[in-house]
Every structure is written in C-alpha cells, then in structure tokens.
C-alpha cells in the first residue's frame, strides 16, 4: 500500500450555476484508516462536498485526489474504475436495481471488479439479511432496502465509504448496528470513510466530527476517538 493519504482536498471552491457560492478554497486532508463525520447547518454544502468527492460533480477550482491519484487528470473510464474499485457509495441516488435479487445485487461491485463472489452472502447477513437472498427490492421496506444498499457498498472493500444520511430511514437499535458495522468494515480494510449527517448519534461512531461552515472544515468534539 502507498503511503499517502487516501483522500486530500486541495483549494477546492464550488458555485452553482445559479450565482451561488457553496464552497470556498477547501482543503482537508484524510489519512487511511480514518473515519470522519461531517455536520453543519442544511444548505452549507455537505452534499455537495460529498459529490464532487465522489466524481458525480466537478469543482470550479482546485484538486481532490485520491489515493495520489488526481482526479481530474483522469479521463472518465480511468476515473469510472477507480470509483468501481476504490469507493463505497451510500447515497439515497444510488438505488438498488429492481430486476435483481438481493445477492445479485450485492454481488455487482464483485462482479465488476472480478473479486470472489462469496462474500456477497456475508455481507447480507451482517446487515440482517440471511434469508433473503433470493428476494427482490420490491419485498423490502425502505429500512431493508438501505441496508442492501450498504451491503452492497461495503462487499468489494472499498478504500474509500462515502456515506450520504445513510440510516436516515433506519430504526435507531438497527442504524446503530449499521454504523457500527461500517466503522468495522473501514478499520479493518485500512479504508477511510466520510459520513455525512445531520445525527448526533451516527456522528458519535465516527473517529471525528467536523463542523462544515462558509469557513471550511473544522474539528469539532465528540467523536469515539477509538
Ligand atoms: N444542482 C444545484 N443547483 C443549484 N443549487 C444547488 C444545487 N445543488 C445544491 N444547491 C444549493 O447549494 C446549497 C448546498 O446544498 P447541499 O445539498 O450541498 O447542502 P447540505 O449541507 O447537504 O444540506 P442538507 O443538510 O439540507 O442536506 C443549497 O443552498 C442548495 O440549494
């Protein structure tokens, strides 16, 4: 493994089209292993944050690299097979294909990335699923559907989770298991992870909370230090 960060954020500004500034030369660094929470008021620019990190959006100025790799220096298959391999997307966009089973659907980023396809099954069991295999997404409640959705965003052991309100529709015993389950999967690949949330409970199972202002990132206290 490389030893550089896994995620850095160098000067990064962005303004919609509509005139407005949503982020200002932002930079941050993560190291692997580490596990962020990013808080801040609704409108700030969380989501947007989230975004350009994950390649859906481009920023007006300034870098994201991942894993010394530049982003924007890559074309768009050499940057659609670092997202396939190397991130974890738990979004609210990123819905769970209807035609396929649960397995099926858990199965893909192993599939994509030619990985073995045993720990497709693992993976639905520790989010609660065992038994559901054959099932599809429409015999799930909206709980049960995120929770393949994170299944399926953990399985190929990505080095980078990014995490959109990912329990937002999840019973507080269940989103704790959850979370606790990707703090689990992050730690033990060596991955990093970014959750970003408007609960102070999930923010709590991060390593650190940061507090998203017009300012930029700051650390703010109460993550698990662990
Ligand atoms: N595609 C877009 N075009 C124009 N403005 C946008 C677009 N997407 C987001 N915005 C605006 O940018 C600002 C930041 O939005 P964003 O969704 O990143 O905030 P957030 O911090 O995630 O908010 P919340 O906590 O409510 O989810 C908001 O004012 C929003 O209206």
Do not use: C
Not at 144 to 162: G, K, M, N, T, Y
Not at 211 to 219: C, D, M, N, R, S
């Amino acid at each position: 493994m490389k030893n550089t960060a896994t995620l850095e954020l160098r000067g990064i500004s962005k303004t919609y089209g509509n005139g407005r500034q949503v982020l200002s030369d932002l930079s941050y660094t993560l190291a692997a292993g580490e596990y962020v929470a990013i808080m801040g008021d609704s409108g700030v620019g969380k989501s947007t944050l989230l975004n350009l990190i994950a390649g859906l959006d481009a920023p007006d100025t300034g870098e994201i690299w991942v894993d010394g790799i530049a982003l924007s220096a890559n074309d768009d298959d050499a940057a659609t097979r670092l997202r396939r391999r190397h991130f974890g997307f738990i979004f609210q966009a990123f819905h769970v294909l209807p035609h396929l089973t649960l397995l099926q659907n858990v199965s893909l980023p192993l599939l994509l990335n030619h990985l073995p396809l045993d720990r497709a099954e693992t993976m639905l069991t520790a989010v609660g699923l065992k038994g559901r295999e054959q099932d599809f997404p429409r015999q799930l409640s909206g709980g049960e559907l995120q929770r393949v959705a994170i299944a399926r965003a953990l399985v190929h052991r990505p080095r980078l989770i990014l995490a959109d309100e990912p329990t937002g529709n999840l019973d507080p015993d269940t989103a704790q298991e959850i979370l606790q389950l990707m703090r689990a999967e992050i730690k033990a690949n060596g991955a990093a992870g970014i959750i970003v949330t408007h609960s102070q409970a999930a923010a709590a199972t991060a390593d650190r909370i940061l507090l998203l202002t017009k300012a930029g990132l700051q650390p703010l206290e109460g993550g698990s230090n662990a």
